[in-house]
């Protein structure tokens, strides 16, 4: 515990000599208390590996409220410098970046100025931001066991997609090999929004989608283009994370959401102390615990985000696929009507009767799970007021091209193949998920419950607490047997979300006949542990 | 003046509060400076249009050093706060945001807390940093006139494209449809490799290759992976909008270095007073001033950069058409070697007696301009030891596809097509180049000089400075009348460059027929200004 005392000494020495600055600058005691515990983190001054002091002790000792120090530690761990379990908070290793010495200089010095202060001997190295984003799970082997968030490839209508991708190559010349528009091919964005509308309950026009290269890409410009570094973005504990990876990037402050049966569940000391500027969910079916949010809980969210500014990030991963009870709208489609002044003002091309919602809300879709995860093709659909900003930015920053892959998807949108692909998938993915709910039960059904599987191309097998299973264990041990099935507490974000302890399993791209004897072995996994 | 009176005002009395703060922090006078200056000017105390007193007047008045006003007006320039010109230093105006007003609460509050501040009736709009962007010069109509870094797209052989296409769609099944190695294909790595130690003189193996989605994906990862927030980056002045984009939305602070006749030439204060973490140049044909950096130039800043810890950053956009003189090494190869036992330790298989070169340059290179823009496919060569951190990372963070189009490409190298393309396209823009330079010799060789036109798909057509054109003027007149030039002014980073004006004529994609009657219009235009 010797770290634990230097900590302490280290903070309050800290908070002493910054105390005038922060009550200038506004900044609050939590703020001061995070800072210079992640400075002390970055100096190496607190190495990896040693234990933070307890919450309650160090709040005793600087006589500050527990829950300033409680948020400060949260605030370290959602940001990956401390990991938060059992054996309290302990700092984690820095990726070793590899290292180059800079050696004595080999080259010509004739233009090297002589005031130059001495080298840094500063290796090559990732930047801070992006380190610490090392300590994120591996994108394992996707092709195997229950890797979550991939089609049945084989179930592809390969042959029909040759063909569009011919035709739209046939039909390409000049003109479509330059530079496309900002936002995504015309067509393309009327045939998303067509069947968002249909399907989803979404109330837009076309010029709200914006294509993009992947949700990855999607949430990268939602960071950067909605938010400035050091705001703060909710995102469900446990949930995704791909979203973290971009808010990190984006140098935004992450705050885990704890997730109960019905999704994300923030407390009401949440709105107050950490304020949102960006509010990460996945509503129709959370990543990776599969809840559902009700509708209830979804108008609160949105007239919630709406009293404090901040903007919902909709991400509807899997949405099309769903087996049980009826489709919930989409939040983007909850919002009253825009007046058709203010649609107007936004430069929307408006029909008469098309109702555009007011939702503060970026709905983001792809259709990696819908098709497949190569074409690298995913979308937003923006509030109105936001359309000519962004259209602007993009003009500037964002290169489009691709021409002929998005005229082939529009075709394979508004020709039907989309929506009898989607049927049939639902028709696969239903069949497997039966199979594999029927497995667990007889295998497992002691040990785990199933919980999530009303909807999506994965389940939640959440371990009774009572058999004190380390899911994380298990996982590691899976994957070296060649199963890939995600620990549940390995997508917790900072301290929330507690005691969640299982496996999250995707069922989409097993073969029907292979999920039990899967399960079978998964299941010694289990009970050897 | 009224404005200017009171900034200083205000300046005073920011840098006396602050002046505690600032020592504490280590903060200079410089950064004090241009910090209080953009939050007066981010909170709207100083609006748009209002002029900054002379930097000899406010050093004066603050009994500051003269230099010190002058670097952080020049930061505020080159942040896109405000612009320097013959006016004086001014206030640049925000791109006004369309505005969703917060009106009353129209859902069900149960869940709201009885404690949440009031609503802040924050209007949905972009984040700062990107809102900057809007006012970069917007990619124009990108087929008209002289518009630069537009290749012979007529000229592509498309119809060899589809069958490459067609034949990679035909090799593909279900696992060419999942998500890719995180550096893209290894074949097309392998082939982008061997023409680069070809071609460009690069010392380096296929793992050092990462395939990406284009020069601007290049560059936002290279400003996210390699730099933090607040970090300096160099760019030429003039230089290329594109990577200003990109350094700004991960909010590092860009400088703009002064370009000469052999490109980005640094002042030995720059080295001192604005260190970078990164270093943005195009040595083989500057962009947009066309001016090729030469040997011993290269070599020194390779070496400052070493001494300094800086990562260069290479665009070589357009390097593969060259017309006259010898090619000169890419600056990627100009390092010594690495040993064998750094390359053993950056896990690279290493062929004996392939060298690889020590130079901290990160290689960008890009099929944009040597096939066409539509691709969507450019390439990152990265030094040895950042290879594994930089799997790493990606792998967690950016999801790869298009497993198609990659090995399309791969045939398109190997088979020796790419080769035969560069050739003839290099015979046809030389044409076109000189059929150019000889209208523009009789049309307004008294008015204005060629430079840059020794390689690349455009020139800079510099105009004398004693006929004192606007040269902004003229590329918005002739964008008016159909004609893309855009200006030489327009690519300043901040105050650095000076009083370059002139334009920017892109050649590749002009039918060379129409090349005389285009110089006529805008000669016209040009004796009319």
């Not at 300033?68 to 530690?73: H, L």
């Not at 923006?382 to 290169?399: C, D, T, W």
Request: a positive charge; proline letters at 6%.
């Amino acid at each position: 515990m010797d770290y634990a005392l230097w900590i302490q000494a280290q903070a309050q020495a800290q908070a002493q000599a910054q105390a005038q600055t922060a009550l200038q600058a506004g900044w609050s005691r939590q703020r001061l208390l995070h800072e210079a515990l992640r400075d002390a983190i970055r100096n190496g001054q607190l190495p990896p590996g040693s234990r933070l002091l307890a919450s309650r002790a160090l709040a005793a000792e600087l006589g500050w409220a527990r829950n300033t120090v409680i948020y400060a530690y949260e605030q370290l761990a959602s940001e990956g410098w401390v990991s938060a379990g059992r054996r309290g908070t302990v700092v984690l290793a820095r990726p070793q970046a590899a290292v180059t010495r800079v050696t004595a200089a080999v080259m010509s010095k004739s233009d090297s100025p002589a005031t130059l202060s001495p080298p840094t001997s500063a290796p090559l190295c990732l930047s801070q931001r992006t380190a610490s984003l090392a300590c994120l799970p591996l994108a394992a082997d996707l092709a195997a066991g229950f890797a979550p968030g991939v089609p049945a490839l084989d179930a592809f209508p390969l042959a029909l997609w040759r063909r569009l991708m011919a035709r739209a190559w046939r039909a390409s010349s000049g003109p479509q090999l330059n530079y496309g528009p900002p936002a995504g091919e015309r067509a393309l964005r009327q045939a998303i929004a067509a069947h968002l509308r249909a399907s989803r309950a979404l109330r837009c026009s076309a010029e709200q989608v914006f294509i993009t290269d992947g949700t990855q890409t999607s949430l990268d410009l939602c960071a950067r283009a909605f938010a400035d570094a050091g705001d703060k973005v909710w995102i469900e504990s446990p949930g995704y994370g791909g979203a973290l990876t971009a808010f990190r990037g984006a140098q935004l402050r992450p705050v885990g959401i704890r997730v109960d049966a019905q999704g994300m569940s923030p407390r009401p000391q949440d709105w107050r102390v950490h304020r949102p500027k960006l509010i990460y969910v996945t509503p129709s079916h959370q990543y990776p615990s599969g809840a559902v949010m009700g509708l209830e809980r979804r108008l609160a969210l949105i007239a919630q985000a709406r009293q404090c500014g901040a903007l919902i990030i909709e991400d509807d991963y899997d949405s099309e696929f769903r087996y049980e009870g009826p489709p919930l709208a989409a939040l983007q489609g909850l919002g009253p009507d825009l007046s058709s002044e203010t649609i107007h003002n936004a430069d929307l091309q408006w029909q008469d009767g098309q109702a555009i919602s007011d939702s503060p809300v970026v709905y983001l879709g792809t259709f990696s799970k819908t098709l497949f995860p190569g074409l690298r093709i995913a979308f937003m659909v923006v509030p109105a007021p936001l359309v000519k900003p962004l259209h602007q930015l993009l003009a500037r920053s964002v290169p489009r091209g691709r021409a002929a892959e998005q005229l082939a998807l529009a075709e394979f949108l508004s020709e039907g193949h989309f929506g009898l692909h989607l049927r049939r998938m639902r028709r696969l993915y239903r069949e497997r998920r039966d199979v594999l709910m029927a497995a667990l039960q007889s295998e497992l059904g002691d040990i785990a419950e199933v919980q999530g599987a009303s909807a999506g191309m994965h389940l939640a097998l959440r371990f009774r607490p009572e058999w004190g299973l380390d899911d994380q264990a298990i996982s590691a041990r899976a994957l070296r047997e060649g199963i890939v099935a995600p620990a549940l507490s390995q997508h917790l974000i900072g301290r929330r979300g507690g005691d969640v302890s299982g496996l999250m399993l995707g069922y989409a791209q097993v073969p029907t006949a292979q999920i039990k004897p899967l399960v079978r072995r998964l299941a010694a996994l289990v009970r050897g542990a």
